[in-house]
């Protein structure tokens, strides 16, 4: 630098130039690449000191917000859609196999190993039973047995048991396995649409952008099997509100599924349950890995 003015363009040179001696060379590109592309969204918007200030308010109450039960962090990425993106980037998928989606902030590992067919709604009026079912597959349509699907939903009153201190922590989630022929079956509650956490910086975000913090319907589950890529995904009740504008981008239309009404007689009416149920077929097509 020779005595003139320094520019903007000056300071952003230097601030990537800064990294250019980490040995690093994956976090280096990281750096660089954040570094440029945080000044460009300075210069470009012509950010004030006082959205500054107010950018550096937000980011501290998100740390102060964020704990063992709460991920604002995460409630960030997903209402800015770069969840999905990183998914996408990450799961470029062949032909035939089930697309991915978001893990989301309620997923706890350590779900309860659960019978086929069983019931994972562990308090009474958790909402209406719902039977889910079909296969595990691979791309060429042979059954995979054995693998392992993690599943945790919300019930009616749109709580996951890790928000609900009411609740038992296995309710609403247990792992299952395929069986010989690749099926797999369990009582579920029909899924409810539900609010993002919108309490914190996310909600007002939201709020004050006129976007609001509704999920369509939906059951979360992971797909695990040795030999495959491990799928995270959710199904989505075809009938639910907010599957054109869900707050976390995640619905993708190969994902949607019928509830079919079922009615108290029907001689298929899982053991345990009474009354009006419904019924969902998914099946799950895993690429080897
Ligand atoms: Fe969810």
Redesign the pocket.
């Known amino acids: 630098m020779s005595g003139g003015r320094t520019v903007p363009a000056d300071i952003t040179a230097a601030a990537i130039a800064s990294f250019e001696g980490c040995g690093d060379e994956r976090l280096r590109t990281l750096a660089q690449a954040l570094a440029r592309h945080l000044h460009e969204f300075a210069a470009e918007v012509g950010l004030t000191q006082r959205e500054w200030e107010d950018g550096i308010r937000v980011l501290t109450q998100t740390g102060h917000i964020t704990d063992d039960r709460r991920q604002e962090f995460i409630l960030w990425s997903d209402s800015m859609g770069l969840s999905m993106l990183v998914d996408a980037l990450a799961n470029p998928l062949p032909e035939g196999a089930t697309e991915s989606t978001v893990l989301?902030p309620?997923y706890v590992p350590g779900a309860p190993q659960r019978e086929y067919g069983e019931n994972i709604a562990e308090e009474p009026d958790a909402g209406t039973p719902a039977w889910v079912y079909g296969r595990v597959l691979d791309t060429e349509g042979n059954p995979v047995a054995g693998a392992e699907l993690d599943v945790w939903q919300?019930g009616e009153n749109q709580l996951y048991a890790v928000q609900d201190p009411e609740a038992e922590e296995d309710h609403l989630r247990g792992v299952f396995r395929t069986r010989e022929d690749g099926t797999f079956a369990f009582v579920a509650v029909r899924p409810t649409p539900y609010t993002i956490p919108h309490d914190g910086p996310v909600g007002r975000m939201l709020q004050s952008t006129g976007r609001h913090p509704w999920?369509p319907a939906?059951i979360?589950m992971i797909v695990r099997a040795p030999g495959y890529r491990t799928l995270t995904t959710h199904i989505f009740d075809a009938e639910s509100e907010y599957l054109d504008s869900d707050a976390v981008f995640a619905v993708k239309p190969s994902l949607v599924r019928q509830f079919e009404p079922r009615a108290a007689d029907d001689p298929d009416r899982p053991a345990g349950v009474e009354g009006e149920w419904f019924s969902a077929e998914s099946d799950f097509v895993l690429v080897p890995e």
């Open positions: 989301g309620f919300n999920r939906h979360h």
